[in-house]
């Protein structure tokens, strides 16, 4: 199975060392470039700084090519993106 992530449960995963949680339980994981800009982002925790530079083949990074909608527009950016991005999947 494929599944399309945010921010917060890569994030969390890391942190407390399951993030292979993950690949035991989905085939490939995608999240969208501003998924990856907030993992990668100084202000991101040490650990998940170190996590992102040099994902796994499982983790793939893609760009989000749709425009939002307003209602989306209240979300912040990762988690928009990850919905525009699941949307061109399913």
Do not use: C
Request: glycine letters at 2%; aromatic letters at 8%; charged letters at 10%.
């Amino acid at each position: 199975m494929i599944i399309v992530s945010n921010t917060s449960p890569i994030n969390y995963l890391i942190l407390i060392g399951q993030i292979n949680l993950l690949s035991e339980l989905f085939q490939q994981i995608i999240i969208p470039q501003a998924v990856y800009s907030e993992l990668s982002d100084a202000s991101a925790p040490s650990p998940v700084q170190t996590w992102i530079a040099t994902p796994p083949d499982w983790l793939k990074i893609q760009p989000v090519n749709q425009p939002s909608d307003a209602i989306l527009e209240l979300l912040d950016p990762g988690e928009r993106a990850a919905i525009l991005l699941a949307l061109t999947w399913y």
